[in-house]
């Protein structure tokens, strides 16, 4: 069975960027029930009970044909959202990333403002819902983005950091602004757990 992590911070700690009642909401009821989804795809195959999300959402079309739907949207829920609160704190200094994250976006994108930039519009192009990501693929660094909840991981690619442009993320405080959203959010990345997957890449 999976559960749902605890918040490594508290549901205000991103104020201003991301209202309390917006975390509040996304964590205990999107998040849980994207948890209790997958757990109830998953209780008639106890086969598959020893597999963690990683590995159920890298291989979906391996599984059980009538699972492959509810672990994609649920099972992908689950690992795309636990990254997305990981990829966030309010106590980082915005200013100050960790060398080896540095390097490899000016390597890849030239400068952390041109990096920014290109993801926004990722961001913002994304039709629907969805996601935007930094991904590691082949040793390059690339921006992609995911529809509904699709992850980085079945094409292949390791998730740096991932951005959900889904409106329930955003719509209470930003209505229909989803750009002011992302601008925001830049204001809360936890650099410090993106330098550490990198490291793992
Ligand atoms: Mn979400």
């Known amino acids: 069975m999976f559960k749902l992590d605890d918040l490594p911070y508290d549901y205000s700690a991103l104020e201003p960027y991301i209202d309390a009642q917006t975390m509040e909401i996304h964590y205990s009821k999107h998040h849980q029930t994207y948890v209790d989804k997958l757990n109830a795809a998953l209780k008639d195959f ?3 009970a020893d597999k963690n999300i990683e590995e159920l959402v890298s291989s979906i079309d391996n599984l059980p044909a009538t699972i492959q739907v509810p672990v994609r949207n649920n099972g992908g829920g689950h690992y795309n959202h636990t990254l997305f609160w990981q990829s966030m704190t309010s106590d980082n200094d915005q200013n100050n990333l960790p060398t080896n994250i540095s390097d490899a976006i000016n390597n890849a994108f030239g400068d952390l403002e041109s990096f920014k ?3 926004a519009g990722v961001a913002i192009n994304r039709f629907g819902s969805g996601w935007a990501w930094l991904v590691g693929k082949d040793g390059n660094l690339e921006i992609i983005s995911t529809a509904n909840q699709d ?7 390791q998730p740096l950091l991932g951005l959900d442009v889904w409106e329930h993320a955003y719509y209470l405080k930003y209505q229909n602004r989803r750009p002011e959203y992302i601008e925001a959010w830049w204001n809360v990345i936890n650099w410090s757990a993106v330098a550490q997957r990198l490291t793992k890449n």
């Open 117 to 119: 930039a290109e993801f």
């Open 46 to 48: 106890p086969d598959l």
């Open 151 to 157: 992850t980085p991981l079945e094409l292949g690619c």
